[in-house]
């Protein structure tokens, strides 16, 4: 698919699913076939190659992300080998920024979406429930960045988070009442009030800058 | 604020004051005024009264105004009715002009002015300092491009149009006949063009407009100073150069001296903040007057740059900008306390007199000159060009914003132009020589002040309900939302990283490793680099804040009386749910009610140093915060001192009150481990604990890793002991004594505990109990935490509430608390003396 894309019609095709423009498409093609070394699809390892992603902390989410079947809307778990242009703009497509046009069903559609891939990268079993395990694990990774704090205060953090989340989600809870982890629906109510639209997008315009980058 | 008369009237001033305070008469006063003069000269020998007025009377009058500010202040705030419809700005400029009326009745001549040394030296600098040193940093950089072009090129428009307008009218007559010329009207475009930050800010701040138009407008308000003072200061030297001799390199020259003015301002304020942030890293063992470098340092940046000639108002912007990291790391939670009040309270003082004075400074019968078609012209000018400016840059900026900027905002924007004070500074600062219409220019400033600050800063509020502006919304922080927050950040900038873009992620991303890298190495304590995490202060706060809550609650319900109980043992046995006497648990819950936070937990103890420690509720108190929250300091011999306000030990306080409280979580899930199900109000943690690790199959044996070696020993140790815990949920007296007697044992071969933590002296091998009852613990000089008697008996019913912490064990290490805890349900009396064997 990556090297036949050029073809107007089927640009126009990938216009259609993922809502990029065609000088975005051109653009993030470009930014493929370079990630990519000129082959049709991309690896885990390709994105060893950037530089500026070494330091990210949660950079081996982020990057699984990319490969996730949820996301790639192609199945209910597991994760893809290798992913294609095609793929690779869905996953780019969770940042676009929400259209002004769009009305307010369309937005929160978006809102949804955008949420569900951030559920998706915190759920790592994919059994549709953040459990205490894998907040502990996202929260170790995102404040490894500070070399400062333990591991123990990381932990307990996700586990502040934890019983603040079962408090937002359930009330107050009755002695004998478990709570087992965050579901999407828990999570949309966590959520609820943050605007998200605002927070999770990235401009993709000045693709120009590519050029420049690398 | 400064007498501008003579002694003279000063005095008959304060007189008239103080006389019309007192319904007296005003003529009196001037034969009150004969008498201390007179009685001087007579007397020769040594007196025993003298009344020096003359002596004081410079700081008695400035102490006086500000007094008077202050009271009016309260008075406004009495009626809560009208301050939520009237600004207080306007209020402020209303009791000024009576003030001014009575001024002027009482002397004839208007004594009192807001002159422009007073308010760009000691008024405006407060007031700049605070907005820069409470910036929301991310918000505002966030939106700099926006700012940036709102400042600039928005306030060269306004004073462009404005003036030229002004002039184009004069030219066909309108106004009858002035002494204006082309740079006259554009003099005074320029400074009637800029908005004004104070007044932006005393009105927006109870407007409550969404966070991202708030800084637009503020920002704005702040940044275009550097603008307005070069304008103002291009074309004062053009109009005493005159206009036939101003050339192209003139304009050139001024186009660079922006440049410079700008760019310098905010150098000297970043060089500025580095040294602050420098000198605040050292500053350990001078607690007390750290708080002082930070006023003086960002005070001298003002001053330097004004000394340079440049933007002063930016250079302590920036200074606060910068340094407000650092600092806020550098510096004790203490002086961190003080440094926010007194900038508030400086700030608010400042901008208090200021508006009290603007009142006052018009009523002065020789500063008016009106021009009807003048003074209505700028007035409408200045709002027709102002909503044309915003919706002209808006279209353009909306091309390139992610967060557009709609209509209403628009319209926020444009009516929110308030103009103020600086102005009014900049106008009296005229020169009359050159200037021939000041006067004119005057008073118009001060009419368009007054408009824009009474008439529209009175409407505006009513303008957002209407038009549904969003409004900002005060949430408490929360812990999710930090860490999904980071997480977005990491996210952003690594999907920018990935497409190839070099956007706002990106630079922030690289900025931020910049600044851990290098800039909070050179600038931050080492201990504060450690626990300066935005997502860890937060979750500090929310436990400070639960543990508050918890025991506040704990002492609504009388389920903590163990905590009021003094370490003796004849009280061993009470059963704590006989309520206690209820003065002690009114004041006790008072105080901690009180006490929101670590800070004032401390000021608490302080205080309580003072009152006669032999006080029961003191004693009592002293015990709570001893054993719950750490103890206070211990050493109350010194009463006074003036260097040493707290020791350091505020800091190992806090550390270790947020080491406890993850401490306590770390064993709410090893007590999980054991699968004790305590069917009570703590079992929700555990349950949910214990289904976790059951799904989760990647850890071995089920068993949660552990952080500490010897902690883990120590559970599967018990594990063997207590067997088959699945099915226990309740236990007999002698297994729990028998479990917590083995872990004694094992404390006791272990010899030490891990190091961080507080030595539990319940399973301490080596405990006197003798040695417990002689001493207060508290007076004890030891660093061990020792629980009262029935403490150690006795476990509170921790509230279900809380959602962040984990119910209060009374052990920092031991996983039989919770049996404990559970303990009376089954059998309220417990051997006493089963922990100390």
Known sequence: MGATHSSSEEVRELEGKTGFSSDQIEQLHRRFKHLSGDQPTIRKENFNNIPDLEL????????????????????????????????????????????????????????????????????????????????????????????????????????????????????RMEPDQVYEGITFDDFLKIWQGIDIETKMHVRFLNMETIALCH | MSGRGAPGPGWELLLALLALLALGELPRAQGVEEKPGGAHEESQGFQVVTFKWHHVQDPYIIALWILVASLAKIGFHLSHKVT??????????????????????????????????????????????????????????????????YAVIGTVWNAAATGLSLYGVFCSGLMGDLKIGLLDFLLFGSLIAAVD?????????????????????????LLNDAVTVVLYNVFESFVTLGADKVTGVDCAKGIVSFIVVSLGGTLVGVVFAFLLSLVTRFTKHVRIIEPGFVFVLSYLSYLTSEMLSL??????????????????????????????????MLASGAETIIFMFLGISAVDPLIWKWNTAFVLLTLVFISVYRAIGVVLQTWVLNRYRMVQLEIIDQVVMSYGGLRGAVAYALVVLLDENKVKEKNLFVSTTIIVIFFTVIFQGLTIKPLVQWLKVKRSEQR????????????????????????????????????????RKFLSRILMRRSAQKSRDRILNVFHELNLKDAISYVAEGERRGSLAFIRSPSTDNMVNVDFSTPRPSAVEASISYLLRENASAVRLDMQSLEQRRQSIRDTEDMITHHTLQQYLYKPRQEYKHLYSRHELTADEDETQDKEIFRRTMRRRLESFKSAKLGVSPHKKAAKLLKRERVQKRRNSSIPNGKLPMVSPLHDFTIKEKDLELSDPEEAPSYEAEEVSRGIEFLANITQDAATDSPSGIDNPVFSPDEDPGILSAVPPWLSPGE???????????????????????????????????????????????????TLM
């Open chain 2, 311 to 344: 933007s002063a108002i930016l250079a302590i912007t920036f200074c606060g900008i910068c340094c407000q990291k650092y600092v806020k790391a550098n510096i004790s939670e203490q002086s961190a306390t003080t440094v926010r009040y007194t900038m508030k």
């Open chain 1, 56 to 171: 990210n902390p949660i950079r081996s989410k982020i990057v699984r992300a990319f490969f996730d079947n949820r996301n790639l809307r192609k199945g209910l778990s597991g994760l893809a080998d290798e992913i294609n242009f095609e793929d690779f703009l869905t996953i780019m497509s969770y940042f676009r920024p929400i259209d002004t046009t769009m009305d307010e069903e369309r937005v929160q559609l978006c809102r949804k979406e955008k949420l569900r891939f951030l559920f998706h990268m915190y759920d790592s079993d994919s059994d549709g429930r953040i459990t205490l395990e894998e907040y502990r694990n996202v929260v170790e990774e995102l404040l490894s960045g500070n070399p400062h704090i333990e591991k123990e205060s990381a932990r307990s953090i996700a586990d502040g988070a934890m019983m603040e989340a079962a408090s937002v989600c359930m009330g």
């Open chain 2, 197 to 221: 930050p104070v007044a932006v800010l005393a009105v927006f701040e109870e407007v409550h407009v969404n966070e991202v138009l708030f800084i637009i407008v503020f920002g704005e308000s």
């Open chain 2, 476 to 515: 408490d922080p929360k812990l999710n939302e930090k860490l999904h927050g980071r997480a977005f950040d990491h996210i952003l900038s690594a999907i920018e990283d990935i497409s190839g873009q070099i956007g706002h992620n990106y630079l922030r991303d690289k900025w931020s490793n910049f600044d």
């Open chain 2, 784 to 834: 061990t935490v020792v629980p009262s008697q029935r403490a150690r008996v006795q476990i509170p019913h921790s509230p279900s509430n809380f959602h962040r912490l984990a119910p209060f064990r009374l052990s920092s290490k031991s996983v039989d608390s919770f049996l404990l805890a559970d303990g009376p349900e089954e059998q309220p009396h417990a051997p006493p003396n089963s």
């Open chain 2, 84 to 149: 939520s419809v009237v600004p207080e700005s306007a209020l402020l400029i209303v009791l000024g002009l009576a003030l001014g009326g009575v001024v002027l009745a009482a002397d004839h001549v208007a004594s009192f002015s807001l002159t422009p040394t007073a308010f760009f030296f000691y008024l405006l600098p407060p007031i700049v300092l605070d907005a820069g040193y409470f910036m929301p940093n991310r918000l505002f950089f966030g939106n700099l491009g926006t700012i940036l072009l």
